[in-house]
């Protein structure tokens, strides 16, 4: 997949004003609410079979599962959703070459499950805080979102710098969506899944995207061996880390790990550069240097 380079549309341009100003935002109707329908009932039976976590901050009243590209065909075009990942590379691209698939997890919060702890996801990785931002997630309702049944709870404003503050803010705003709408945050904006006090379940899907060059929350080439990958379409292989960041990360015998998704992969492979522009440049002049003594 490369960078976007038509007009963004204006509600990609109205969703990132949003995220710039609050962290957050919500998209409404995004995705058809019967391919909403089909996903969930493809998940259905996952769900069923699926243990609760173990841990207080995965919640034990609450039920998580990832590969969802294998599970069902009605997840990759929420992936590759044009104004999602318009969305995201201009957050991101600014701090990497190009992007990858950081999570696609389902998550269920039973009755009885209690609200989870504030927190921000960006701090998976130890890296400068306050002016990077490493992910943006994507929330997808399977079921309505409502203030009694566990809608996540985002606290706007707690973004960007504000993020190095070591305190819990206190305002938060409810989530309130339904199947089909798009609940968007950025990677630092803290936020928490709520309590569930109905009796009945919550359900959602959550995809998210980080920098191309970090270790991903979900370890994609396990979720999807090129057996699998390679029944994907290119921009979604590349995504789930069947692709190169330069300068030469994430390769496999020194060339772009698509080539594991050939037909026929030759036994011996010769590696090539992958070097950003600047690197390539240096190298050049440096090897030139030598030719003219």
Known sequence: MTRLTHRRSSRAIDACHQLDAQ?????RGLAPQRGMRDLAADLEPVFEATPFCTGDFYGARTKRFGSLLRRSGHVSPLV????ILEIVEHFLLPWCDNIQLNLGQAIALYPGAPAQFPHRDQDMWQGVKGEVEYLVNIMWPLTPF????????IYPG??????LEDTIADASICAECEPGDAIVFLGSTLHGA???????VRKAVVLSYCLGWLKPYENQWLAYPPSVARTFPAD??????YRQHRPNLGNFEGVCPSVLLQDMVPAHLGAIDALRPDQAIAVTGH???QATG
């Open 23 to 27: 962290g957050w935002t919500i998209l």
């Open 80 to 83: 590759l959703a044009p104004d």
């Open 146 to 153: 409502t203030a009694r049944n566990g809608a996540t709870l």
């Open 158 to 163: 707690t973004h960007r710098r504000n993020a």
């Open 194 to 200: 709520g309590a569930n006090r109905t009796d009945t």
């Open 236 to 241: 979604l292989a590349a995504l789930v880390g």
């Open 287 to 289: 090897l030139a240097a």
